[in-house]
């Protein structure tokens, strides 16, 4: 074979120029992998650290600074002066702070919680589910004044209004019957309203909560629902706080006491983790919480 003189001076050049490109094409593959690796790691750092931040800002000291909505859902913007509004601005007490009951032991679950209500639950064991929800409609009510509406019916169908207890009165029970009797006792300082709701909390109930307040379709479900199971024992959550993306779909936040009376805790949600403390709307049948699963025909609403 004959190889001609200019192949021969080149030859040398073309091995080293070969090995340069052979070396420079693995060190683009190399790289490109490198590259590629480090930003899908990025981006899953990115993205974990963005959905932490989205849900929970631990610093938050009320409700919708503690809990930011899903990405693609804007929380619902209310009125200053509505119930849903105080609700969201309710305070809570510092992350992590555990649940305690009426005695001051500790709920025997501490997993079912995401924040705590900065609210005393009472120093007996009252202050149960359908108490809770009563308490804060009753609280909003007598910080805007409007006394004439903070009225819940006992068991028994007694009509418990607190104007009437504003004006003097007071509830008298001897078994099933109940009247109300004139007193002399003080009537419209916040002790006396208190105990007013302890009268409240002991005759009444999930079953005359239940009975006493108007249904609500899930689509039209709001701040300040209720879900509610009447029975003994029966159960009853509140809906603090809400969110909408562009196509309507709705996401909320719960908050429950339970028993014996407790802390007002802010649920988690067991059935997703990623979305947790959020509930959502879609597909909902059944809401499943962490110590009770209420059936979606079960949300009443405030009058």
Known sequence: MVISNKILREFPRYQYM???IYLFINFSIIVSCQDSGRNIQTKTLFTAKVSTKQLLQKEGTIIKT???PPTGFSRLQTKSTSFASYLQNFKLKPHDAKVHLYNGELKYRQDVHSAVLDIDVGTRDLQQCADATMRLRAEYLYQQ???DKISFNFTNGFKATYSKWRQGNRIKVNGNKVI???SN???????????????????AGTLSLAKELPSVSLK???IGNIFIQGGSPGHAIIVVDMAKNEQG???FLLAQSYMPAQEIHI????????LSPWYQTKNLEKLVTPEWTFSKEYIKGFK
């Open 18 to 20: 070969k090995k340069l």
């Open 66 to 68: 503690r809990f930011n």
């Open 145 to 147: 004044k409007q006394f």
């Open 180 to 182: 109300w009797v004139t």
């Open 185 to 203: 006792s003080e009537s419209t300082s916040y002790k006396s309203f208190r105990k007013y709701l302890v009268m409240v909390f002991s005759y």
């Open 220 to 222: 039209n479900l709001e």
């Open 249 to 251: 779909k709705k996401m």
């Open 267 to 274: 649920l988690k949600n067991p059935n997703n983790t990623e």
